[in-house]
């Protein structure tokens, strides 16, 4: 899961990276593969370089100290593996890691919105079988936070554009419209159509086994999958935010 060491490679070129998986609870045994499986392809791409996972559950009421359990490298760069960045990364990551005791670590930007991700939605969708009169609809799981939830509507967007035809927005959990009622809405609007969700979700877990009960004819699977190649593109956005936010604090300590 690490990429090498200044021991065995040299001196390692950058900031040690830190993948940082933000969980509702505690990450199924398929989740936490999946995000394992990033975490290995990034440092496959990046031998140089020190890579490491964390696990932070979003609902912990101390954010630093669960950060401090898998941040304890200084000048690390800290790249949330989530797809949007709802409260739990704007704030409740931000806080936590200026409460950290070390100082040097720097928190990058999410993977989302990014149009390398909608090409692997569009690849899932063409996977699980997507006709031409289908309803697309693309579930995210929801924020209370309303730049998230903007964030989502912009990957619909850009999946629709993708696509060339026209994509619904729900959400699983926080957030409207919820996913089974968009569902309802597009059975009633093109009858006799299937619904086909994109699933906007990094692995699999609580949230996708949610939105699989929820109505829909097709359920695309989850961007990573366990025991699955990792699509290049994921592990491309990744470094590049390592890569802007070193260079981002290069630039400030000069």
Known sequence: MHGGSADDQGEALGPPLVLLAVTHGSPSADN?????ALVDAVASARPELDVAVGFVDARHSDVAAALSQHVSVPDAVIVPVVLSAGFHVRTGLAEGLDRIPF???VLAEPLGPDQRIVDVLAARLEHSGLLPGDSVLLAAAGSSDSRAAAECFETGRL???RLGR?????FIAAGSPRVHDAVDMLRAVHHGSRVVVSAYLLAPGWFYDAVTGMGADIVSEPLVLPGSDVPGELVELVLERYEVAAQ?????TE
């Open 32 to 36: 936490r593969a999946a995000i394992i």
């Open 103 to 105: 100082s040097g670590a």
């Open 159 to 161: 999946l629709a554009a």
């Open 166 to 170: 026209p994509v619904t927005v729900g």
């Open 248 to 252: 981002r604090e290069r630039a400030r």
